[in-house]
């Protein structure tokens, strides 16, 4: 599986900005697929997930309410709709692929067998 994530940028705190990811190859294996971030000199964190089959999704606290997983099966590609954006929300932002059924939301990025480059949002204050 290949992911191509894209659609970072600068914005101003309140703004909004929409990630894409797209996803080719044996994308009919996809158990879920998640979002994570990485702020300069932090670890790698959990943002949020969509269990493909089901649509549910999962989101860490401090985005609930303000991101939204989307996604577009004609196109294999999913979306993160941000809103109301912080500039502590500023990192790369990543989106991965995990094939195998797992009980609960995957939220670690050791769950995830497949990852994107990784997409740059910064959030001027």
């Known amino acids: 599986v290949q992911l191509q994530a894209s659609g970072g940028g600068l914005v101003q705190a309140g703004g909004s900005l929409r990630l894409s990811c797209a996803a080719s190859g044996r994308t009919f294996t996809t158990y879920a697929m998640g979002w994570f971030r990485q702020a300069p000199g932090k670890e790698r964190e959990f943002v949020a997930v969509m269990k493909w089959s089901l649509g549910s999704t999962f989101y860490t606290s401090s985005v609930k309410g303000r991101f939204a997983i989307s996604r577009d099966n004609a196109k294999n590609t999913m979306y993160l709709q941000m809103n109301s954006l912080r500039p502590e929300d500023t990192a790369v932002y990543y989106c991965?692929?995990?094939?195998?059924?797992?009980?609960?939301?995957?939220?670690?990025?050791?769950?995830?067998?497949?990852w994107g480059q990784g997409t740059l949002v910064t959030v001027s204050s």
């Open positions: 991965a692929h995990k094939e195998r059924w797992a009980l609960g939301y995957p939220s670690a990025p050791g769950d995830y067998d497949y």
